[in-house]
């Protein structure tokens, strides 16, 4: 039998009597499987005792500390945006929740949030507004980093994805 203690939870009511099925279920267990984050406990007749999947912790780790330089965007409607000079438009985001972003000749900082792959930049972030040179980009990067929906780390590359499909932005450490 399980070795349990004999403190009585406080609610919800039944509370009890989930703990009491739970044991009893895991006292049928047998035969265990683990597949990737899956972990199943099952009878000696296969039946289903426990399901459980491992719970991903926000992982910001490669994320955070390298300033990503932005090498161009797919963009949703089919056309691409590719960037001359990557070094003018970067983006760092720091362990602590911060964002720091380069747009060109501005300086913009703020905050980020992730839960799991979901990459969510917080309005309103504050910066320079100074007025770059005719080909700059600098609007535009702003405006798709703001619309981040997720993100992920794929060769040691950055790839964030906008809202509603609105495209792909593809950014690589800055060297």
């Known amino acids: 039998p399980a070795a349990t203690t004999r403190k009585m939870c406080a609610g919800p009511e039944s509370i009890m009597d989930q703990e009491s099925l739970y044991l009893a279920a895991l ?7 683990i597949d990737g984050d899956r972990l199943q406990i099952r009878t000696a007749s296969g039946s289903l005792v ?3 999947r491992a719970k991903v912790q926000d992982d910001t780790s490669q994320l955070a500390g390298p300033v990503w330089a932005w090498h161009g965007t797919q963009n949703g409607n089919g056309s691409d945006t590719a960037v001359d000079d990557p070094s003018r438009y970067t983006v760092q985001f720091m362990a602590d ?3 720091s972003i380069k747009a060109d000749c501005n300086q913009i900082n703020g905050a ?3 839960d799991g792959d979901q990459l969510t930049l917080e309005q309103p972030m504050v910066g320079t ?5 005719e080909d700059s980009l600098d609007q535009q990067f702003v405006q798709e980093l703001s619309a ?4 992920v780390i794929d060769g040691g590359n950055l790839f964030i ?6 495209g792909v932005m593809a950014f690589a450490p800055l060297q």
């Open 161 to 166: 994805s906008m809202v509603a499909d609105g």
């Open 27 to 33: 006292q049928m267990a047998e035969v265990y499987t």
């Open 50 to 52: 426990a399901d459980y």
């Open 148 to 151: 981040a929906a997720s993100y």
């Open 97 to 99: 929740g911060k964002v």
């Open 112 to 114: 980020y949030t992730v």
């Open 129 to 133: 507004m100074a007025m770059c040179p």
